[in-house]
Nanobody, 121 residues
Framework: QVQVVESGGGLVQAGGSLRLSCKASGIIFAIGVMGWYRQAPGKQRELVADISRSDSTNYADSVKGRFTISRDNDKNTIYLQMNSLKPEDTAVYYC???????????????WGQGTQVTVSS
């Protein structure tokens, strides 16, 4: 079974930092683009940042210069370093893997269960 599991959310004051991790588990041969999305109450889920297997990155304008996405292919893990957090960053953060190739199958659009990030003012 293939899954991605997030960790690292929590409560932080405005201006603080958090680091999120997302690890894909299973007998994995390769993973495509992985990314972080977030969904605030009453809002649609939005892309925060994503990263290709070759470390090409893409960021939402609202987080550029504050958040950094990185990837460790050997550990099947991505990270999101979030600095200078603002109350408007409060949301459930979800990890997504565009595709995961295992020894048995090719899986598409795999989502984690999410981790809550709350930034107090």
């Amino acid at each position: 079974q293939v899954q991605v599991v997030e960790s690292g959310g929590g409560l932080v004051q405005a201006g603080g930092s958090l680091r999120l991790s997302c690890k894909a588990s299973g007998i994995i041969f390769a993973i495509g683009v992985m990314g972080w999305y977030r969904q605030a109450p009453g809002k649609q889920r939005e892309l925060v940042a994503d990263i290709s297997r070759s470390d090409s990155t893409n960021y939402a304008d609202s987080v550029k210069g504050r958040f950094t996405i990185s990837r460790d292919n050997d550990k099947n893990t991505i990270y999101l370093q979030m600095n200078s957090l603002k109350p408007e960053d409060t949301a459930v953060y979800y990890c997504n893997a565009e595709s995961i190739v295992t020894h048995r199958s090719h899986h598409h659009d795999i989502w984690g269960q999410g981790t809550q990030v709350t930034v107090s003012s």
